[in-house]
């Protein structure tokens, strides 16, 4: 079955870093689109960065300079480096796997989350 793991998740204080990482399985990891998007309380699920399967990345704009998505098609995870965190960064942080298929029913799936709390 596909598994999306995600870890290193906590709280840290404003101006702080954490270092996300997820661990995928049961999928062909090289082909697959990656993606971190989270969630606050009372907010609606928004992309955080993106990474292709050729190493294209993209950031929403209040992380852009501050975080930094990278992935491991060897060991078949993916990382997000957080710096200088915010209160607003606080969320649940999931892990997202998508592959298009052409005439086909695409693949999307999801970790179960981790939660990042930065406190003022």
């Known amino acids: 079955q596909v598994q999306l793991v995600e870890s290193g998740g906590g709280l840290v204080q404003s101006g702080g870093s954490l270092r996300l990482s997820c661990a995928a399985s049961?999928?062909?990891?090289?082909?697959?689109?990656m993606a971190w998007y989270r969630e606050a309380p009372r907010k609606e699920r928004e992309l955080v960065a993106r990474?292709?399967?050729?190493?294209?990345?993209v950031y929403t704009s209040s992380v852009k300079g501050r975080f930094a998505i990278s992935r491991d098609n060897e060991k078949n995870t993916m990382d997000l480096q957080m710096n200088s965190l915010n209160p607003e960064d606080t969320a649940v942080y999931y892990c997202?796997?998508?592959?298009?298929?052409?005439?086909?029913?695409?693949?999307?799936?999801w970790g179960q989350g981790t939660q990042v709390t930065v406190s003022s």
């Open positions: 049961g999928i062909t990891f090289s082909i697959y689109d």
């Open positions: 990474i292709t399967k050729g190493g294209g990345t």
């Open positions: 997202n796997a998508y592959l298009y298929r052409v005439g086909a029913t695409s693949d999307d799936y």
